[in-house]
């Protein structure tokens, strides 16, 4: 191959570069830049673009750059795809991993909402964070045309170290099998903390994909753990979701894709979801019973909040913990729906003060007024004021707050 | 001509366009001498006893009117991008040969690009109004021959009073208008709602022109233009495309990243108390702006509060609070949609308000300086709070000021501004271009944290330990930094194409030819 271009021009690309890279016998590196930003940071594009050129071990090159406002942290990704495209170099150019990237994630953590990005489209990447999702997924896997696959893991690479996520789950969405092999081996060593495993039909190929980070990690020197979301998008997938579920210890959560579900059952996906009733109720219990959350598929219909929070409530009855979003404004919908609401909060305090209360007299029955209230009821009012508590809606010590009044 | 270091340390020419320029001064420092300009006395001995003024074309008007080289020609930008009018002026100019002409438009529109051609071939000698896209480029590449000289709204009507700006021809574009020139913006197929740019333009020239393509008969009412200022009524078929005149409804931002800072902006107005019962407020057509005054629509409502005026350019979402009692009354100089037009017609609430009475700084008195909460948009903003809305980080002018400067004068000026546009900072070390000074700026609201001017003490303590995202303005201006890198400056040649007026006439900056 002679050329390669990479990256994204056009009237409505933001934050992202058009390289086309051509390499030659002699005549040193020639540069064209056409910028919007030109008379900014044109010097600092052609430094930087200069720079990665020797890095490579390219001398002699045309490179022409259409840039939209890119970051250095894209420039850098797009002049090393195509680099690579034509030499295919193993080295890498790694942006500075930034101060505020480095934290863990916990098993335990809210999985409410995780924001999908598209994982070649950088516009979306730098206010992701911002928008306060739980999680972040930039995305190898269908958000990513097939010839874009190797440009977007590098793409992916660099985010990972350059975008603050603020505070955010750090998730990535690899490519089914083989491919997403190798999408670990470029995103494991930047501090990933899960790895959505899409389309996931048995325990062997998650395992495959947790030996494979487990390897990368020896290598690595990492002791940190990343975690496993498998997605479910299939009868087969449905049908072995415990078996998947139980696969390892660092799945703590399982997903249901709808889309690619009921395309496989020769469905329509309906907004009621009759359609996926079953699997949706078989996910929730087979993630309950192997102790991990259990998370619905996305809501598609970006304009449509309202059929959103009706979606996520429903989601929240079946027993579902959380949804993904395609669009940071159903974030805080999703987080709305999935948090208990102040009637389900004043009622659980009151079953659990009257149980409380109960105890400490010695009583063997808990009653609320006339009412008598079994244990599990009990329970599931504790759990919801444990909810209410971690989401910061009332106070640690709300007992005594309530006392107060 | 010679550059002289105004009050606010910028490099200001002495003269514009062969007249003395005095150079800014401070805020409030500058104190005007003198008397208002007037035009000639008439007498109706020289116009129909019938008082038909109906003359059949823009071209014989001009002719009647004694359109001759040198002349300063005013317009209004109510039609905006559907104007039909403007360009024809200087292409019937041109026909006659007649050379050097000032343009002097309130705003100017991407419609009115084909005027580069007239100052191409002489026709015009300069544009002395808001300088946009295609137009403001051309005067950065120093291709205009005279010196552009930028206005707010309200510095315009100052210059028409005092005289600094005598318009020769006023040619006012009137949705509807009787055969006397009385007018008014309802009515008809290019109905504008309001006129509130009409007035001092009407009042002070020595020569006004109605254009309509709708006849009523007297008396058109309630009129805007009053009849006995206007020398000839012009009959069109069409002044404007009327699509193009009011877009049929503004929308809210769609970007979740300014509904983001739209969300910020009515938490903070909100928790610092700013929004009250009987507070006043403003805030433009933008997408943020919009989204803004939703949100404190919807506060009011859960409060039970209401707005007791809103200043306009009305939109539907002002339209609401007024209809839905979360509002008094909108005082409007300028209807952005048809929600907003339709309601100047039918609601007495809902009263037009010329910027002659709002803006003007040399006027017993100046309305912006009642308003509680201002919400207003910036290319840029320094670390000292100066703002900047005529140019680029890059140079190029490219937007009119409008009634920015004016609005700065409110009690509480907040900016809502992402923190950078793709990869280009908008806090800066120091602007670009110098259009409002800092200590009239109290609030800029980002994505990545609030700034709050340290002169506003009060603004701090009200909102101390409520969860806002607070930073200084310097965090904010490294964050960006942080992001995008550190921009170089902008590289310009010594020329200056254009000077950029405060409200009261004096010199706030001047801006220089591009260097590619």
Known sequence: MKQATTGNAGPKVRSDIEVTLEIKGSGGVELNLKSKVKSMYGNAIEMQCRELLKFFGVENAKLSLIDSGALPFVIAARVEAAVKMLTGTEAAFLPVMIPENVYNSARERFRFSRLYLPGNNPGMFLNAGLHSPDGIILDLEDSVAPDRKDEARILVRNALRAVDFYGAERMVRINQGERGLTDLESVIPHNVHLILIPKCEDADSLRTVDETIASIKRREGQNDTVLLMPIIESAKGVERAYEIATASPNVVAMAIGLEDYTADLGVQRTKEGSESLYARNRIVVAARAAGIQAIDSVFSDVGDMGGLLSNVLSSKAMGFEGMGCIHPRQIAVIRRGFSPTPEEIDRAGKIVIAYRDALSRGLGVVALGSKMIDPPVVARAQKTIDLAVRLEIIPQNWIEEEGKE | ?516
């Open chain 2, 1 to 516: 001509m010679k550059l002289i270091e105004n009050a606010a340390g910028r490099q200001v020419p002495d003269e514009i366009n062969g007249t003395e320029a005095v150079p800014f001064k401070g805020v409030g420092k500058h104190r005007p001498s003198g008397r208002k300009y007037a035009p000639s006395i008439p007498t109706c001995i020289d116009y129909p006893e019938d008082n038909n003024k109906v003359i059949i074309s823009l071209r014989e008007a001009l002719v009647k009117c004694g359109l001759k080289d040198g002349m300063t020609i005013s317009t209004h930008h109510h039609l905006r991008d559907g104007d039909l009018i403007s360009n024809q002026i200087f292409e019937i100019a041109a026909e006659l040969g007649v050379k050097d002409l000032v343009w002097f438009p309130s705003a100017s529109f991407p419609c009115n690009d084909p005027v580069i051609e007239y100052l191409e071939n002489g026709t015009v000698n300069r544009i002395e109004g808001s300088m946009n896209g295609p137009l403001g480029r051309f005067v950065s590449e120093g291709r205009m021959k005279g010196m552009a000289v930028l206005r707010s709204h309200g510095g315009r009507v100052q210059a028409i009073q005092d005289g600094e700006v005598r318009i020769d021809i006023a040619v006012l574009s009137a949705p509807a208008a009787d055969s006397f020139g009385n007018a008014k913006g309802t009515g008809g197929p290019s109905a504008t709602g309001v006129l509130g740019y009409a007035k001092a333009d009407y009042m002070f020239a020595e020569r006004v022109i109605v254009v309509t393509d709708t006849l009523v008969d007297l008396p058109c009412f309630p009129m805007e233009i009053e009849g006995n200022y206007v020398d000839c009524v012009v009959v069109v078929d069409k002044i404007g495309i009327p699509e193009k005149i009011v877009s049929g409804t503004t929308q809210i931002t769609k970007s979740p990243d300014r509904l983001l800072i739209a969300e910020l902006t009515a938490s903070f107005l909100e928790k610092s108390g700013l929004l009250r019962d009987g507070a006043t407020m403003q805030a433009g057509a933008g997408g943020t702006s919009l989204a803004i005054a939703v949100y404190a629509h919807e506060i009011l409502r859960r409060k039970g509060w209401k707005f007791r005026f809103g200043f306009g350019g009305s939109t539907k979402y002002m339209v609401s609070m007024l209809e839905e009692g979360q509002m008094g009354y909108i005082l409007d100089a300028q209807a952005f949609d048809l929600d907003a037009v339709r309601s100047v017609e039918i609601n007495p609430n809902h009263i037009p308000y010329p910027v002659f009475n709002a803006y003007n700084y040399h006027s017993k008195g100046n309305l912006t300086t009642m308003m509680d909460i201002m919400i207003l948009g910036a290319t840029e903003i320094d670390t000292g709070f100066n703002g900047n809305v005529v140019t680029h980080s890059d140079g190029l002018l490219l937007h009119g000021i409008g009634g920015w400067q004016n609005c700065l004068h409110a009690r509480n000026v907040i900016i809502p501004v992402p923190l950078f546009r793709d990869r280009i900072p908008v806090i800066v070390d120091r602007v670009t271009t110098l259009c409002g000074p800092g200590e009239l700026i109290d609030v800029i609201i980002t994505e990545r944290g609030i700034a709050i001017n340290p002169r506003r003490q009060d603004l701090i303590d009200s909102v101390k330990g409520k969860g806002l995202p607070l930073v200084s303005i310097e965090e904010l201006k490294e964050t960006a930094e942080r992001i995008c890198g550190k921009p170089d400056r902008a590289a310009f040649d010594e020329r200056v194409v254009a000077a950029i007026k405060w409200v009261d006439g004096t010199v706030i900056d001047a801006v220089r030819k591009v260097k590619y």
